[in-house]
């Protein structure tokens, strides 16, 4: 079952640093602010969970090393918290940006950021540090159980306002979006290339999302699972060996399920449909050449 866990791992990485990439060899002012800033401090985050998952799969502890998994399993549960938190961070940030709305005029304090990322999940380990230690010394599922359940929620609540956003901004007019781009050149070809871009970067965040509210929804089932206390701990890590093989064999396969279906089907029914609208409205009047492109490029793409 530990090999499953790796690939989950190793499936959600990628893609992360895949955008990480992206941003890296991006021409866009906007991203090299603080979002560039907040992605980096995530990917790290993401790094160490990872590293840190796949050692406490390979290794084992003795009694006298108990303190050891508790260490680990603490930097585990800091790493995925500051990661989600990040990634929270980073979908408020896109927001602002890409709607054009009043947010986009609230100054940055890191401050916040350091408080929100790193300072409460280290407040929220300490909280738990009883249920840490006695997972480290039973290793059994109840000692993380409301670790778990918080870890879960909070995966869900972040990756529900991904969607609602995502909502929001895809019915946001065309010419809030042409502004946000901010090409340094303005022509065509460069600003086909933005837009391609940019469909990309929402394709890889959105299996990210996916994969990850499989990953929460496993953690909200252990956590409730284990503290209402459903099964017998003598039967209950099977079970919950065979639901995590399960959610992440759903993550792995069924993002790109998903992905596929999206850019056939709901793309060519619902996406262009926003767009001709939007030219109607907007951009026919503001950038006659943007709308020809934006025409031809929808004509391409049926």
């Known amino acids: ?33 603080n979002f560039y800033t907040l992605f980096c ?10 590293v840190v998952h796949i050692l406490i799969k390979l290794l084992s502890f003795s009694t006298e090393q108990a303190w050891v998994y508790t260490v680990l399993i603490a930097i585990l549960h800091i790493g995925e918290m500051s990661a989600t938190m990040g990634k929270l961070f980073n979908i408020i940030d896109r927001y602002e940006v890409m709607s054009g709305d009043a947010l986009c005029e609230i100054k940055y304090y ?11 999940p280290i407040l929220t380990a300490l909280h738990l540090c009883d249920y840490l230690s006695a997972a480290a010394a039973l290793r059994i599922m109840n000692g993380t159980s409301r670790w778990f359940l918080y870890q879960g929620i909070l ?7 991904f969607i609602m956003m995502g909502i929001g901004l895809s019915v946001k007019p065309l010419a809030r979006f042409n502004r946000a781009i901010r090409c340094t050149n303005s022509n065509d070809l460069r600003r086909k290339k933005a837009i391609r871009y940019y469909k990309r970067m929402v394709e890889a965040t959105g299996s990210i999302c996916i994969s ?26 099977p079970y919950m060996d065979t639901l995590n093989f399960v959610t ?19 793309r060519r029914s619902l996406q262009w ?6 030219i109607n409205r907007i951009v026919l009047v503001k950038n006659k050449t943007f709308a020809k492109l934006l025409m031809a490029f929808s004509r391409e793409h049926h």
């Not at 401090?41 to 990872?50: L, P, R, Y």
């Not at 890191?110 to 409460?120: A, F, T």
């Not at 990850?212 to 890590?237: N, P, R, T, W």
């Open 1 to 33: 079952m530990a090999v499953v866990d790796f690939l989950a791992d190793f499936i959600l990485l990628p893609l992360f640093i895949y955008l990480w990439i992206s941003l890296i060899f991006s021409k866009d002012n906007n991203l090299r602010i």
């Open 41 to 50: 401090v995530t990917g790290v985050f993401e790094v160490i969970s990872a």
């Open 110 to 120: 890191p401050i916040c950021e350091i408080i929100l990322q790193i300072v409460l």
């Open 155 to 161: 995966n869900i609540i972040v990756y529900s306002t």
């Open 212 to 237: 990850h509210s499989f990953k929460a929804s496993y953690q909200i089932l252990v956590g409730v699972i284990a503290i209402l206390e459903v099964f017998d701990i003598s039967v209950s890590i």
């Open 248 to 266: 992440n064999g759903l993550s792995i396969y069924f993002t790109p399920f998903v992905l596929v279906i999206f850019s056939r089907r709901v």
């Open 273 to 278: 449909e926003i767009f001709k609208k939007a």
